[in-house]
């Protein structure tokens, strides 16, 4: 039955705004709001694109092609740019952007923090998404005529935040999403209704028999299947955000472990040694230093350390933190000498989404993609882009403090300097053992730090990439550190976390920065200004310790590796610092380390198989998800058919059950079924199908079973049809005469129903059973009095 264009162009508005409410799940993931207008704007470009393409008679399998090329339109208007012809049509320039808004985007899902800051690329994927959606609602209300499945594209963004946040989808946005997919199957059962309508009414003026149905019906029977639909999609986004808390990530993808901060090029902290042993070195990148300088380059800061492994403290990307101006460097006072210097930066090989940047850097420009800084430790990270072919200017500050002015500026940080203390309590002795002994006597923590950074620098010790893997001891946890300091080898891993955790131990907040050291300068000049190559083998780690009206300050212990700050030498100002023997007998100051939970679980475990085991449990929740989504409308036509036989069983009107339930399996496998059609004309209809002639199955040669079976199909089903009538039409339709025996009912329905599918192929079977049509359209004539034309 042919819907109107009014009829149409409603259907399209309640499906855009389904789909636009469901998008609003995405909410608390997405910072802003600019993106749910751009999702909005693609979504009602391609629906009512495809609403007025069916205005001018487009063919109905050609509309969804051209509802494609619509959303290429839009997405070449929004995002193609100078790319584009005439701002709209693509050309093959726009498709390369494409790519490289995915490839964005990929890094992106990956890289940031939930609420997610919407950068282009980030844009560019919700507008295919939204698109895509977009397209499949449509095909399934307008093409298909099954609105009931629109619920499946529209649960995808509603069940998105489930799996990134442990309080899942809004309460309001799950409820609106249900009124606004109510109002979609409502507005389609009056079309539904209005067109049958008309359909009687034709059907009259030519003289034909046909049964009128009731220009309205009941509520029940008019939204039964809506709301077991709905109910179905409200328990499935409530079940997955009560179950999802235990594989929330506040990375949108990702696990946050240390183990994924690095791409191509550098490797993690605990692995940094893999890239040292490199027979060749890998150029990263090179610089110009208009003024000379040297500077180390952070990629990274470590500042979480709990027992087995350094990690990075998750923050979520701030968009107001963009490079083009950089704060002030932490507790760094007026008073303490600080000048700028600008560096050109070209990358070769490296890859990683983290900024290789000297600390601290206050301005950055030419970099490709969207770049924003972490607060405290002012690194750089893109959420779309990586450092692949980027060439960029830095300004940075050099700091330069004197001996006098660390030694004064002692004293407890403040509270938001705890995390920089926190040590777990299980320490292996020897840690304690080593702290005490050598800045036991220490006057002061600059004095401290120096003594520590001595002692690493001493003839005791030595750098050696192959000794801690032959020993078995490489890494930065706990009982790394005391087998390094037993076996005094290692390289700069060892020896930065060494550092660090034994300032923590004499109460100095203390990170860990990984990056590279200052290069090998080239005889190459441009402009007068010379250029220095960093390559793998400059990958380095290194503590700075944290003083008040002074800052980060970054520290030296790895011999014979980068260089040693003027101000951490000992003997450097004063006389009072000075390399003291880890035999002395002097007690250390009291420990500056915050009094930490006892209950709270601090020892060290690998993030790797935490991310493992949370990919297994995320793809086994989606896999179960799917599933059920799948299996619904075959679960729901199960319970339905299930009701049917218990009024056949129980005698409530057994006849009109049972012929309700031909007609459903009939819809379901693609019988054109006319609603208003009587019984008869309906059985005549089916009758002509295969599983019913036996009188075709004699002259085809079949075997005298088979011929009996259609017989008895036939049979059956004129059992059917007249229980139907004597039911509807006859006395008992008043509430007179006994029903029909059930019995025979339920075995005359086995029978037909068994041959309606005769002759269907495989496909079409299973279609019927996960995508039953006669869930969409429920809706009959109720039949309690003789039709006009039968009397």
Not at 408 to 432: M, N, V
Not at 457 to 471: K, L, N, Q, W
Not at 607 to 635: E, F, I, K, Q, T
């Amino acid at each position: 039955m042919p819907l109107t264009r009014g009829q149409r162009l409603a259907l399209t508005a309640a499906s855009f705004l389904l789909l636009a409410v469901a998008t609003m799940a995405l909410g608390p993931l997405i910072s802003g709001s600019g993106w749910w207008w751009l999702c909005a704007f693609v979504a009602a470009g391609v629906l009512f694109g495809g609403a007025g393409l069916r205005a001018v008679r487009v063919p109905a399998s050609l509309v969804p092609v051209l509802e494609i090329v619509v959303l290429v339109l839009l997405l070449t208007l929004l995002f193609g740019g100078s790319t584009s012809f005439a701002l709209i049509v693509p050309t093959v320039d726009t498709f390369g952007l494409f790519g490289e808004l995915f490839e964005g985007a990929q890094r992106t899902i990956q890289q940031q923090s939930v609420p997610a800051i919407p950068v282009p690329p980030l844009n560019f994927v919700l507008a295919v998404g939204v698109g895509i959606l977009a397209i499949s609602t449509d095909v399934l209300v307008q093409t298909v005529r099954m609105p009931a499945l629109a619920a499946a594209p529209a649960l995808v963004p509603i069940l998105i935040p489930g799996f990134l946040i442990e309080a899942g989808a809004e309460v309001p946005t799950l409820v609106f999403s249900a009124a606004a997919y109510l109002l979609l199957l409502r507005i389609d059962v009056r079309a539904r209704r209005r067109a049958m309508l008309a359909a009687a009414e034709r059907a009259d003026e030519t003289g034909g028999t046909t049964v009128i149905p009731p220009a309205r019906v009941p509520m029940v029977s008019s939204l039964g299947a809506t709301l077991g639909l709905t109910v179905v999609g409200l328990l499935t986004a409530s079940v997955l955000t009560a179950s999802t808390p235990s594989i929330s990530s506040s990375l949108l993808l990702g696990s946050g472990a240390s183990s994924t901060s690095f791409a191509r090029g550098v490797s993690p902290f605990i692995d940094l040694g893999r890239d040292l042993r490199r027979p060749e070195p890998r150029p990263a990148f090179h610089y110009f230093a208009r003024d000379n300088d040297r500077p180390y380059f952070t990629v990274l800061t470590l500042d979480r350390f709990e027992g087995a492994a350094w990690g990075v403290t998750e923050q979520p990307v701030d968009a107001d933190n963009t490079v083009d101006a950089l704060p002030k460097p932490q507790g760094l006072d007026e008073d303490v000498a600080a000048t700028e210097h600008p560096i050109d930066v070209i990358v070769d090989e490296v890859r990683t989404t983290w900024l290789p940047l000297p600390y601290p850097t206050r301005q950055v420009e030419g970099l490709n993609g969207s770049w924003f800084w972490s607060d405290d430790s002012l690194t750089v990270r893109s959420v779309d882009a990586d450092t692949g072919g980027q060439r960029y200017t830095a300004t940075w500050l050099e700091v330069d403090p004197t001996p006098a002015q660390l030694r004064a500026a002692g004293g407890r940080a403040g509270e938001e300097f705890d995390r920089y203390l926190e040590l777990p309590d299980d320490a292996p002795p020897i840690i304690g053992d080593t702290a005490t002994a050598v800045a036991g006597s220490a006057a002061t923590q600059y004095d401290a730090a120096v003594a520590i950074q001595s002692y690493l620098r001493g003839i005791d010790f030595e750098y050696s990439t192959e000794a801690p893997v032959e020993a078995g001891y490489d890494g930065g946890g706990f009982e790394v550190i005391a087998e390094f300091l037993e076996e005094r080898s290692g390289y700069c891993v060892h020896f930065a976390s060494t550092m660090a955790v034994l300032a923590r131990e004499v109460g100095i907040p203390s990170r860990i920065s990984v990056g590279y050291t200052s290069g090998t300068p080239t005889q190459e000049r441009v402009e007068g200004v010379q250029r220095v190559e960093v390559d793998s083998h400059d990958l380095h780690a290194w503590p700075e310790l944290y003083f008040e009206g002074v800052g980060w300050v970054p520290f030296e212990p790895t011999p014979s590796r980068g260089t040693v700050p003027e101000y951490s030498r000992p003997g450097a100002g004063s006389a009072e610092s000075s390399p003291v023997s880890p035999s002395s007998s002097a007690t250390a100051p009291a420990s500056g380390r915050p009094e930490l939970d006892p209950d709270r679980n601090l020892t060290g475990a690998s993030g790797s198989s935490a991310a493992g085991d949370s990919w297994w449990l995320r793809g086994g929740v989606l896999l179960l998800l799917v599933a059920g989504l799948l299996l619904a409308p075959a679960a729901f036509r199960t319970w339905q058919r299930g009701v049917r036989h218990r009024r056949i069983a129980r005698g409530e009107r057994p006849a009109d059950a049972a012929w309700d339930e031909l007609l459903a399996t009939a819809r379901d496998l693609g019988v054109r079924v006319d609603p208003a059609a009587t019984p008869r004309a309906t059985a005549a209809l089916l009758a002509e199908r295969e599983g019913f002639a036996p009188e075709a199955r004699a002259e085809e040669g079949a075997e005298a079973e088979a011929v009996a079976e259609a017989a008895d199909a036939r049979a059956a089903l004129t059992r059917l049809r007249d229980a139907v009538e004597r039911e509807r039409y006859g006395p008992g339709a008043a509430g007179e005469g006994a029903p029909e025996a059930s019995e025979p009912l339920i075995a005359a329905l086995a029978t037909v129903r068994g041959a309606l599918a005769e002759g269907e192929s495989l496909p079409v079977r299973w279609r019927a059973v996960l995508a039953p049509r006669s869930l969409i359209d429920r809706a009959r004539p109720t039949y309690g009095e003789r039709s006009p034309v039968d009397a």
